[in-house]
């Protein structure tokens, strides 16, 4: 369904965010990218729809080569990719109903989006979304008085309202707590296998991704460093992919003279999370 050949982005300091990105992408496939900050995640996700414009290389999404659009060629193949952003991207001063239509803008047109005038179908849809991501009661009430996984909510009934053919997610649980976290990424997962939408996720949560991705691609300093099954991602792996880390001991270290005295010898496992900071 997507395809990545040789894909490059180099900036004009000369530094290469992404080197030579092959990838294929299935219909249906829901795949986790993981990596250390600065590794090109989210530069990969932006070449695709290209909020960010490769240097090299072809994106391909089914029949559209879309590294050779421009202009209103462009913004019709965007409305087939859909995108969840880590910060929402909502518009605060307008209700929950009014973001989620937002997403039907590359459909109706500046003036009927203006004048908040859209076709009833997109409204029902509207409703629709609404309650299946567990918000109807929310539907009147301004972005801004929303809590983070709500406005996550909202930022994934406004791409689902597209009807895309691919979800493009950049960090969706990074302001969230570890309970809203695994909510947010179960609800995507679901509706994934309902629309048979191919995603690619952006997520600094390692378990989350083998938890909820059906494939794990690693990048480091712009390079793929591994593209596997969930299980396959073993210590050796995460460490090529982040570096040097004692990943086979996330419990407290019984024997270890740096033990606190008093600390119970058996602690529940730490979770495995590298924190986000800074680019992607």
């Known amino acids: 369904m997507l ?23 299935p219909r249906g496939q829901v795949m986790a990218l993981i990596g250390p900050s600065g590794a090109g995640k989210s530069t990969l996700i932006r070449c695709v729809n290209r909020l960010v414009e490769p240097t090299s290389g072809s994106i391909r999404l089914e029949e559209t080569e879309l590294t050779r ?24 001063r307008l209700t929950v109903m009014e973001n989620v239509l937002s997403g039907r803008l590359g459909y109706v047109g500046f003036w009927r989006s203006f004048l908040r005038r859209y076709p009833a179908d997109d409204i029902a849809e509207a409703f629709r979304l609404l309650e299946r991501v567990g918000l109807p009661h929310a539907m009147d009430k301004r972005a801004d008085a929303l809590s983070g996984g709500q406005r996550q909510r909202v930022g994934i009934a406004r791409a689902l309202i597209q009807s895309p053919r691919l979800l493009l997610v950049d960090e969706p649980t990074a302001s969230l707590d570890p309970k809203t976290s695994r909510q947010i990424m179960r609800l995507i997962r679901e509706l994934c296998a309902e629309r048979e939408l191919a995603a690619i996720i952006n997520i600094h949560d390692v378990e989350l991704a083998r938890q909820f991705a059906d494939r794990i691609v690693g990048l480091r300093a712009g390079e793929i460093v591994f593209d596997g099954r969930p299980e396959a991602l073993d210590a050796e792996t995460l460490t090529t992919i982040y570096g040097e880390e004692n990943w086979g001991d996330t419990r407290a270290q019984e024997e270890s003279p740096g033990t606190p005295a008093g600390a119970s010898a058996s602690a529940p496992p730490a979770r495995l999370t590298l924190a986000s900071g800074g680019a992607s």
Do not use: C, H
């Open 69 to 92: 659009l421009s202009g209103n060629a462009l913004r019709r193949a965007r409305r087939a990719m859909g995108m969840i952003f880590q910060e929402y991207a909502l518009v605060d």
């Open 3 to 25: 395809t990545l050949s040789q894909v490059t982005k180099r900036y004009p300091t000369g530094d290469r965010a992404l080197t030579d990105i092959d990838l294929t992408l």
